[in-house]
């Protein structure tokens, strides 16, 4: 039987206390796979590596090692969120990794988009692999592999890829969810204690802020990105907006105009808000934000990011506009 195919008979994942009885068996085969031997696991903070990892940790405890790199390109707070729900509160063993100055480093000056990724998940694989051979005795990598993964792909996810490890180290592969579809996997990681804020996550790019942080990335103006982007999603919780609404961002492109503050010239960079709505990101339409709410967003981030001195709201449907924008 192929181990890749979901079978018929499989029931959708859609209460805890099916979670529950999943979470049960797959401690059971986890531990019968790995026995004493330890794992390693790249986690990002998304949802799929998330409730890997914590599937992990409640079968096997140090056994498993997570690495977390974070590549100077996460959303505000996200990075501090993996290192306080895995560290602190499921007492991971966790590497974490501030790689923020080789990835800006190697982006500085390189505007073309496809340019970027390939560097941004070139360089991802290298510190993730320099990590790995730091470390002894690892028999296993650990993937959050989903089965759309499987149905769209060969099932090896880009950032994840074991292609890119060294070769003379040989990994076997733990899948946990790889038979899960996203919602299941979502109410698996509810029903293992993880925050709804971690398990509840909107899609984001693995480049993640390199493809919002538009043409040649600079400190200065993805430090603004991040604060706006951090206001928008605040001012999206606090208005109802962030579970009704399936995506939403700024970018920032790179350009400036003139502006004015304090009765002075102010050159800046425009936010552009991003809310979309869709079932599939093959297609999506605009969510009508309220206008006091947009207002709202405008004066707040133009008051408080430093380098920003207009906010547009993006109202292009895809198609013709792409989600991102870069
Ligand atoms: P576009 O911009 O093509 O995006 O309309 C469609 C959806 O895909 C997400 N996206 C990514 N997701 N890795 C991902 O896991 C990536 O590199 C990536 N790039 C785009 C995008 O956010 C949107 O939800």
Redesign the pocket.
């Known amino acids: 039987m192929n181990n890749n195919v979901r079978p018929e008979s499989m029931v959708r994942i859609t209460t805890p206390a099916l979670a529950e009885a999943f979470i049960q068996e797959q401690i059971q085969d986890i531990q019968y796979q790995v026995k004493d031997k330890k794992v390693l696991l790249a986690l990002s903070g998304g949802v799929d590596s998330s409730v890997v990892a914590a599937l992990l940790i409640k079968a096997i405890g140090k056994q498993l090692v997570c690495v977390h790199v974070n590549h100077g390109l996460m959303r505000k707070g996200e990075s501090e969120q993996v290192i306080e729900v895995f560290q602190n509160q499921l007492n991971a063993n966790l590497i974490y990794v501030d790689a923020t100055d080789r990835f800006l480093n190697l982006l500085s000056g390189v505007s073309e988009p496809e340019k970027k990724?390939k560097i941004i998940g070139g360089e991802f694989i290298k510190v993730f692999d320099e990590e790995a051979s730091k470390l002894e005795g690892i028999s296993f990598l650990a993937q959050g592999t989903i089965y759309p993964d499987i149905l769209e792909s060969d099932g090896v996810k880009?950032?994840h890829n074991v292609g890119g490890l060294p070769e003379d180290i040989q990994f076997e592969l733990v899948e946990p969810v790889k038979l899960l579809f996203k919602d299941e996997v979502r109410v698996v990681g509810k029903a293992l204690g993880l925050p709804a804020e971690m398990v509840d996550r909107?899609?984001?790019?693995?480049?993640g802020l390199g493809?919002r942080c538009l043409g040649a990335i600079t400190r200065d103006r993805l430090h603004a990105l991040r604060e706006a982007d951090a206001i928008l999603r605040e001012e999206f919780a606090n208005n109802g907006l962030a579970q009704k609404v399936w995506?939403y961002f700024i970018a920032v492109p790179d350009m400036k105009s003139v502006g004015v503050k304090n009765d002075k010239r102010y050159e800046g960079w425009p936010a552009i808000i991003r809310a979309v709505n869709?079932t599939d990101?093959m297609s999506?339409t605009i969510e009508e934000i309220p206008y006091e709410i947009l207002h709202k967003i405008t004066a707040r981030i133009t008051a408080e990011v430093e380098g920003i001195n207009r906010v547009l709201y993006d109202l292009t449907p895809?198609p013709i506009g792409?989600?991102?924008?870069?």
């Not at 909107?202 to 480049?207: D, H, R, S």
């Open positions: 990724r880009a950032h909107q899609p984001f790019p693995g480049p493809v995506q869709t990101a999506a895809k792409t989600i991102e924008w870069e």
